[in-house]
Nanobody, 123 residues
Framework: QLQLVESGGGLVQPGGSLRLSCAAS????????IAWFRQAPGKEREGVLC????????NYAGSVKGRFTISKDNAENMVYLQMNNLNPEDTAVYYC????????????????WGKGTLVTVSS
């Protein structure tokens, strides 16, 4: 079964950190770029960061640059999202998604989606 499973969400205070994980099964992330998306309450889903299949190229949304970092471990078939200096505006369900690509990464027309993990930033 081809799937992506996110984990690591939870409640964190403003200024805190969380690391989200995305585990792939049934397919090899060596051939896929990965993107993290988020959807805040009452808002549309937005792309946050993405990483190329080799892990050597990333793209960030402006609001998270300098605070969030994406990394990829092809040997473990895992992708991580390190989130630092969180603020209440980061509260959302976070999704990982995969797209088969030769180079670069993308936020469009993803091939596989996870079901999401909730991150709540509140004091």
């Amino acid at each position: 079964q081809l799937q992506l499973v996110e984990s690591g969400g939870g409640l964190v205070q403003p200024g805190g950190s969380l690391r989200l994980s995305c585990a792939a099964s049934g397919f090899n992330l060596d051939y896929y770029g990965i993107a993290w998306f988020r959807q805040a309450p009452g808002k549309e889903r937005e792309g946050v960061l993405c990483i190329s299949r080799s892990g050597d190229w990333t793209n960030y949304a402006g609001s998270v640059k300098g605070r969030f970092t994406i990394s990829k471990d092809n040997a473990e078939n895992m992708v991580y999202l390190q989130m630092n200096n969180l603020n209440p505006e980061d509260t959302a369900v976070y999704y990982c998604a995969a797209k088969r690509l030769r180079i670069g990464c993308s936020f469009g027309s993803m091939d596989y989606w996870g079901k999401g993990t909730l991150v709540t930033v509140s004091s």
